[in-house]
């Protein structure tokens, strides 16, 4: 459980509250007090203040820090949106606004400030032509990129999406520039907020420009490259964009939980409450019912839970609570495996995917089930709003968000979201296995808005996949060739298949018939959605 008091204490506190205390403790901790520390009021209630994670200090553990080279950047903000830790911000300024402030920092230092800022064609150069006839319109403005050293870990996912731009790069932490680093996050400290006037509300990555946007502030213990953080941070600037920080989150038991309630670092500006893995939509039921009880229907509650929690055994609870009609929106973080309890596949998992209760040997070849699809499942409840994205498309992520928020309804939004170390995947490949993902037909993504229309065709849209019209999509290599893409070439880039593949990459029958489990649920929801499939046509007509 979190208390938002901490960061806000405007708001009522308790009459045990004590902000010097709290203080007391994350110091205590920070030095290497350990489990040494005194209990204290916020054990005994269990509460974890909240953005105490701000506070935490991962600069002596990661070994490489993601360096810029300002030139190349040009304010895509991929690397921002993507960091499961909040440890790069971008930020906007003023040439007067960064001059004024780097007055107050010593001569020798301003140089390699100065050199975080550059003139992007978005901020300053489109900016400037847009508003070249309105003499009242700033300048154009400087686009910065800032690595808070305290925060990152040094998985490298920043490095990965910002792709062949080449603007940010790993180097090795020494003694010489880590100071460098905390003297850039104290001139990004320092500067004013991005002004509103560079913050484009049409470009949903530019969410994360806003300081008041940011209601995961780093800190947890979660993984290196962690591909839940990264869309659970991005679901909370979506919601404060809409509703500021009106709202709370009910939390079923898992790694969220726990890389969030590590103590005493907690994440969250927001209150949010953590029931048992299998409730936390029953939870979420009764706090909906007593904020509606005493005239706070305004407020938005969000539940987060894994596909063991959602999928599995919390599956007849959030069925429940879709069927009740209640304005409750869910976030699905799956990973398909219980990576919280050491793991074991769940039932959201693939056909021959290995893990603990699903060993690979000579009779069985991992997991035989076939994968249990939450999305289509949860259509079928009465009025429910339900998308199955990922959040390194942040089109269709953030534009799925919205539409749970103004949905009058309950709402599902399934997202894949990578276990590095429970599938064999780098720390730094988070969101490219979630691409790869919807690209092999692995995770298609799609959006069910029953306020769309009347037929399902019109409720169900799949923009968003490549070749929306035919069996699987196709890619063009660098050397301007075409290349298919299937369910096996996805496989190949995971650990939890490898077994699947002899010294030449020939896959077995069972991976074969995965594959093909996969391209039957490409072909169901393109029937749903009314698409006529041109290679099933063109296979038809061959006979």
Same mark, same amino acid.
């Given at each position: 459980?979190?208390?938002?008091?901490?960061?806000?204490?405007?708001?009522? !506190?308790?009459?045990?509250?004590?902000?010097?205390?709290?203080?007391?403790?994350?110091?205590?901790?920070?030095?290497?007090?350990?489990?040494?520390?005194?209990?204290?009021?916020?054990?005994?209630?269990?509460?974890?203040?909240?953005?105490?994670?701000?506070?935490?200090?991962?600069?002596?553990?990661?070994?490489?820090?993601?360096?810029?080279? &300002?030139?190349?950047?040009?304010?895509?903000?991929?690397?921002?949106?993507?960091?499961?830790? !909040?440890?790069?911000?971008?930020?906007?300024?003023?040439?007067?606004?960064?001059?004024?402030?780097?007055?107050?920092?010593?001569?020798?230092?301003?140089?390699?400030?100065?050199?975080?800022?550059?003139?992007?064609?978005?901020?300053?150069?489109?900016?400037?032509?847009?508003?070249?006839?309105?003499?009242?319109?700033?300048?154009?403005?400087?686009?910065?990129?800032?690595?808070?050293?305290?925060?990152?870990?040094?998985?490298?996912?920043?490095?990965?999406?910002?792709?062949?731009?080449?603007?940010?790069?790993?180097?090795?932490?020494?003694?010489?520039?880590?100071?460098?680093?905390?003297?850039?996050?104290?001139?990004?400290?320092?500067?004013?907020?991005?002004?509103?006037?560079?913050?484009?509300?049409?470009?949903?990555?530019?969410?994360?420009?806003?300081?008041?946007?940011?209601?995961?502030?780093?800190?947890?213990?979660?993984?290196?490259?962690?591909?839940?953080?990264?869309?659970?941070?991005?679901?909370?600037?979506?919601?404060?964009?809409?509703?500021?920080?009106?709202?709370?989150?009910?939390? &079923?038991?898992?790694?969220?939980?726990?890389?969030?309630?590590?103590?005493?670092?907690?994440?969250?500006?927001?209150?949010?409450?953590?029931?048992?893995?299998?409730?936390?939509?029953?939870?979420?039921?009764?706090?909906?019912?007593?904020?509606?009880?005493?005239?706070?229907?305004?407020?938005?509650?969000?539940?987060?839970?894994?596909?063991?929690?959602?999928?599995?055994?919390?599956?007849?609870?959030?069925?429940?609570?879709?069927?009740?009609?209640?304005?409750?929106?869910?976030?699905?973080?799956?990973?398909?495996?219980?990576?919280?309890?050491?793991?074991?596949?769940?039932?959201?998992?693939?056909?021959?995917?290995?893990?603990?209760?699903?060993?690979?040997?000579?009779?069985?070849?991992?997991?035989?089930?076939?994968?249990?699809?939450?999305?289509?499942?949860?259509?079928?409840?009465?009025?429910?709003?339900?998308?199955?994205?990922?959040?390194?498309?942040?089109?269709?992520?953030?534009?799925?968000?919205?539409?749970?928020?103004?949905?009058?309804?309950?709402?599902?939004?399934?997202?894949?979201?990578?276990?590095?170390?429970?599938?064999?995947?780098?720390?730094?490949?988070?969101?490219?296995?979630?691409?790869?993902?919807?690209?092999?037909?692995?995770?298609?993504?799609?959006?069910?808005?029953?306020?769309?229309?009347?037929?399902?065709?019109?409720?169900?849209?799949?923009?968003?996949?490549?070749?929306?019209?035919?069996?699987? &999509?196709?890619?063009?290599?660098?050397?301007?060739?075409?290349?298919?893409?299937?369910?096996?070439?996805?496989?190949?880039?995971?650990?939890?298949?490898?077994?699947?593949?002899?010294?030449?990459?020939?896959?077995?029958?069972?991976?074969?018939?995965?594959?093909?489990?996969?391209?039957?649920?490409?072909?169901?929801?393109?029937?749903?959605?009314?698409?006529?499939?041109?290679?099933?046509?063109?296979?038809?007509?061959?006979?």
């Amino acid at each position: 459980m979190s208390d938002a008091n901490y960061v806000k204490i405007t708001r009522p !506190t308790p009459d045990w509250y004590d902000s010097k205390r709290a203080d007391e403790v994350i110091v205590a901790y920070n030095t290497g007090g350990g489990s040494a520390q005194p209990a204290d009021p916020f054990v005994a209630e269990s509460v974890i203040p909240a953005a105490t994670g701000s506070m935490r200090d991962f600069s002596y553990i990661a070994p490489d820090l993601p360096e810029l080279t &300002a030139e190349n950047c040009v304010g895509c903000m991929d690397c921002v949106n993507n960091c499961p830790d !909040t440890a790069i911000l971008g930020k906007v300024a003023t040439r007067g606004q960064l001059e004024q402030t780097l007055a107050d920092f010593p001569a020798e230092q301003r140089q390699l400030l100065t050199d975080q800022f550059v003139e992007t064609t978005k901020y300053f150069k489109a900016f400037e032509k847009k508003h070249e006839k309105d003499a009242t319109a700033p300048e154009g403005g400087l686009f910065g990129i800032f690595i808070d050293p305290t925060k990152c870990k040094g998985c490298g996912e920043c490095v990965e999406v910002c792709g062949d731009r080449n603007a940010l790069k790993m180097i090795k932490k020494t003694p010489d520039n880590l100071p460098d680093y905390f003297g850039m996050w104290k001139l990004h400290n320092r500067l004013p907020a991005s002004p509103e006037a560079y913050i484009n509300p049409k470009v949903a990555v530019d969410l994360m420009l806003k300081p008041s946007h940011s209601h995961y502030v780093g800190g947890a213990g979660s993984c290196m490259g962690c591909g839940e953080a990264s869309v659970i941070r991005q679901a909370l600037a979506a919601t404060a964009e809409k509703v500021g920080e009106n709202y709370g989150i009910v939390a &079923a038991t898992g790694c969220n939980t726990v890389y969030g309630s590590t103590y005493p670092y907690n994440p969250f500006t927001v209150p949010w409450t953590n029931s048992l893995f299998e409730n936390a939509p029953t939870d979420a039921m009764g706090v909906r019912a007593f904020w509606d009880e005493t005239g706070h229907d305004d407020r938005v509650l969000w539940v987060l839970g894994g596909d063991g929690a959602m999928n599995d055994i919390g599956f007849q609870a959030l069925s429940r609570m879709l069927a009740s009609g209640m304005n409750i929106k869910v976030l699905v973080l799956d990973t398909q495996v219980y990576s919280n309890t050491g793991g074991q596949t769940s039932t959201a998992s693939f056909v021959g995917q290995e893990a603990k209760m699903s060993s690979h040997g000579k009779r069985d070849l991992g997991k035989l089930e076939r994968r249990k699809e939450l999305g289509q499942i949860c259509m079928m409840h009465p009025n429910t709003f339900v998308a199955q994205s990922v959040g390194p498309i942040t089109s269709h992520f953030f534009k799925s968000v919205n539409l749970a928020l103004e949905f009058d309804g309950p709402a599902v939004i399934n997202v894949f979201t990578t276990c590095q170390p429970e599938h064999g995947v780098a720390d730094d490949m988070a969101a490219a296995q979630a691409k790869l993902a919807v690209e092999s037909r692995a995770f298609p993504i799609y959006i069910y808005n029953p306020a769309a229309g009347r037929t399902m065709r019109e409720k169900l849209s799949l923009i968003g996949n490549p070749n929306i019209d035919r069996d699987w &999509a196709s890619r063009k290599r660098k050397d301007g060739t075409t290349e298919t893409v299937t369910f096996i070439d996805w496989c190949k880039t995971e650990g939890r298949f490898r077994k699947h593949f002899d010294k030449s990459g020939k896959p077995t029958e069972l991976l074969l018939r995965s594959q093909q489990e996969r391209l039957e649920n490409w072909w169901q929801l393109q029937d749903l959605a009314g698409i006529r499939n041109k290679d099933q046509e063109a296979a038809a007509e061959k006979g």
